[in-house]
């Protein structure tokens, strides 16, 4: 059964604590992109990997980080920097990073406490 | 400054009944539109992908349909179902890699028995 899976769905976190969401797929998807969605927004470009140990900030990196050291996996920390963490938290995949249709995870909701 | 902008903001219709969700966009350079739909705490879906030379694309009771002059782009849902309800989001490519795209705030749509 082919997708992307996020984890946890639900994630508190008290102020000045750093938390790592999850995402996993097994698409065989080169690119991986984190994305932040906010009440009334569009969502927003945190980080993007092309390839396994390489990522790039996207429009709202601070106080974010990521790593890619296998090409299922693509984790977000969102350290205790980010002022505003609380949001809903997206992972997409596409199998290169041109035009190609993103397919997305379900998302994890994060709420500080 | 690159934007995509959809109206109306929310939308209630009856069961059955059809409607047009509107996405204006002042994005340049333009690769290709897309058409999501979100549920309620899911990650999106895509509906379609137009490129410059397309003006209608249709998956299904959803049509797109593209003014690449007037940079404009409707999105119409034929005969309603309550699985309908959801967030219909616009999202512009402004270049040729997915890191590129331009998300709209999307409008929400219910429907009603």
């Known amino acids: 059964d082919g997708g992307i899976t996020q984890s946890p769905k639900y994630l508190f976190r008290k102020e000045g604590q750093n938390v790592t969401l999850s995402c996993e797929q097994n698409l065989n998807h080169d690119a991986m992109y984190w994305y932040r969605q906010d009440p009334g927004q569009g969502l927003r470009l945190i980080y993007y990997?092309?390839?396994?140990?390489?990522?790039q900030k996207g429009d709202i990196a601070e106080g974010y980080s990521v790593s890619r050291e296998k090409k299922e996996s693509f984790p977000l920390t969102v350290t205790s920097a980010q002022k505003n963490p609380t949001a809903f938290y997206l992972c997409?995949?596409?199998?290169?990073?041109?035009?190609?249709?993103?397919?997305f995870g379900p998302g994890t909701r994060l709420t500080v406490l | 400054k690159n934007q995509v902008e959809q109206s109306p903001q929310s939308l209630i219709i009856l069961e059955g009944k059809n409607c047009t969700l509107q996405?204006?966009?002042?994005?340049?350079?333009?690769?290709?539109l897309r058409w999501y739909k979100q549920d309620t705490g899911r990650g999106p879906v895509s509906l379609t992908i137009m490129t410059f030379s397309e003006n209608t694309k249709s998956n299904g009771r959803y049509t797109a349909t593209l003014d690449a002059d007037t940079k404009q782009s409707s999105l119409h849902i034929t005969a309603s179902q309550l699985s309908d309800s959801a967030s219909y989001i616009c999202?512009?490519?402004?270049?040729?890699?997915?890191?590129?795209?331009?998300w709209g705030a999307g409008t929400k749509l219910i429907i009603k028995p």
């Open positions: 999202v512009v490519s402004a270049g040729d890699s997915n890191y590129q795209l331009i």
């Open positions: 997409a995949s596409n199998k290169g990073l041109v035009h190609n249709e993103q397919f």
């Open positions: 990997s092309q390839i396994v140990n390489d990522f």
């Open positions: 996405c204006n966009y002042t994005v340049s350079p333009f690769s290709n």
